[in-house]
């Protein structure tokens, strides 16, 4: 019968050997690569090499093209690597193809979030959340890749199928745990509800940002709580909600998942109860990570997140977090790439940001505690501001 489709077990132990893949195109950027190391590192997996290909699209049938493929292939074989991992939700014609081809473990960028997230998940709540995400990336994807487990090969992620008969079988069984997991999210989400119905007049924050720009640590500088903080990628999966006062005044402040670049639409689906602390707010703190040289991609991202879960419209205040970790990089006069952000002092990026955007802003750093005081005086502000606004 069809097991849990958990792809891999995250187990630090063990000595997986990976070569990444990235098709660039004009939405991608080599770069990416770093992103997708992290997400291996937090698995458990070596990055050895990466494998990358300028095309306008990948190729439907194989990602790679044909001559890009067959240097991947003498890669591994000569290297014996153990898994080929790819920047990219890979499309099930896709994965048979490159099973064929390669002959090893093939995991794509969704698989691996998937993956992750089972591994962090701890409570019953966060599980069935994953569980019901992994079964909706398994259904497409049982022809040719999943069977009812009776033969494995490479790290569990390629399967033969036993034929149409068990496929058929297996697909109506995929189908009923889907029924069920939802049936019992739907519960849930009922009682979670009925839950934030009951907190009275409170006004409510919600922290957002990308996955590991320091969220939970800011939370419990500010609620003095001890939220579970790590940096790894995807360390909060649960909703937490804290009471938090400010000069006698209290509010709610809430910490939920962090988002990430192509973040899989499933997690999306299956997450909506926790994602419904963002929708409900009243005011949303997005936190940015300053030091990170992508820091400007990562506040596209979460904006977009936020806009495509319906919060778009939401009164916004930005957290610019880890000033202690930002590194400046004198900028070459004659180099003929741009300018980025790492090559302006902090000095000159907090004039330029609090310029740039048109809602509150704050450079601050939670593990430090850099203007702290002055980022709790803020939203202090806030609160009072849009109560009074309620209650006029």
């Given at each position: 019968m069809i097991q849990k489709p958990t792809i891999r077990q995250i187990d630090?132990?063990?000595s997986i050997r990976a070569v990444l893949v990235l098709v660039v195109t004009t939405q991608t950027d080599e770069r990416d690569l770093d992103e997708l190391q992290f997400l291996a590192e937090t698995a458990g997996i070596t990055a050895d090499k990466r494998f990358t290909q300028k095309m306008d699209h990948p190729n439907p049938k194989?990602?790679?093209?044909?001559?890009?493929?067959?240097e991947l292939k003498n890669y591994i074989i000569a290297e014996e690597i153990d898994t080929v991992i790819f920047d990219d939700e890979l499309t099930p014609s896709q994965l048979r193809n490159l099973s064929k081809v390669l002959l090893c473990t093939i995991i794509d960028r969704t698989t691996l979030i998937l993956n992750i997230f089972a591994y962090r998940a701890k409570t019953a709540y966060a599980k069935t959340q994953v569980e019901l995400a992994q079964y909706q990336y398994l259904l497409p994807r049982l022809t040719g890749m999943w069977t009812h487990l009776e033969r494995q090969r490479g790290g569990g992620v390629t399967m033969r199928g036993p034929g149409e008969t068990q496929i058929e079988t297996d697909r109506r069984i995929v189908l009923t745990k889907i029924a069920r997991l939802k049936k019992d999210l739907k519960e849930i989400d009922r009682q979670m509800a009925s839950q934030r119905g009951n907190r009275g007049g409170m006004v409510r924050i919600s922290l957002v940002g990308y996955t590991n720009v320091g969220k939970s640590t800011l939370m419990n500088v500010l609620a003095k709580s001890n939220v579970f903080a790590e940096n790894k990628l995807f360390a909060?999966?649960?909703t937490t909600v804290r009471k938090v006062v400010i000069n006698n005044t209290p509010f709610l402040l809430s910490d939920t998942v962090g988002f990430i670049r192509k973040l899989p639409t499933q997690l999306l689906e299956s997450f909506k109860s926790t994602l419904d602390e963002v929708r409900e707010a009243d005011i949303i703190m997005h936190v940015v990570d300053i030091s990170h040289p992508n820091f400007e991609d990562q506040m596209r991202v979460v904006q977009q997140t936020v806009h495509e879960?319906?919060?778009g419209e939401k009164p916004v205040f930005i957290v610019f977090n880890k000033i202690d970790a930002y590194t400046y990089t004198e900028f070459d006069p004659y180099s003929i790439e741009d300018k980025s952000p790492q090559n302006y002092t902090l000095e000159e990026l907090t004039k330029t940001w609090m310029a740039k955007v048109h809602t509150p802003a704050?450079?601050?750093s939670a593990k430090q505690k850099t203007n702290i005081d002055k980022l709790r005086n803020d939203l202090h502000k806030m609160v009072m501001e849009f109560d009074y606004i309620c209650k006029k």
């Open positions: 630090n132990s063990l194989t990602y790679l093209g044909s001559g890009r493929l067959q909060t999966l649960d879960i319906g919060a704050i450079f601050v």
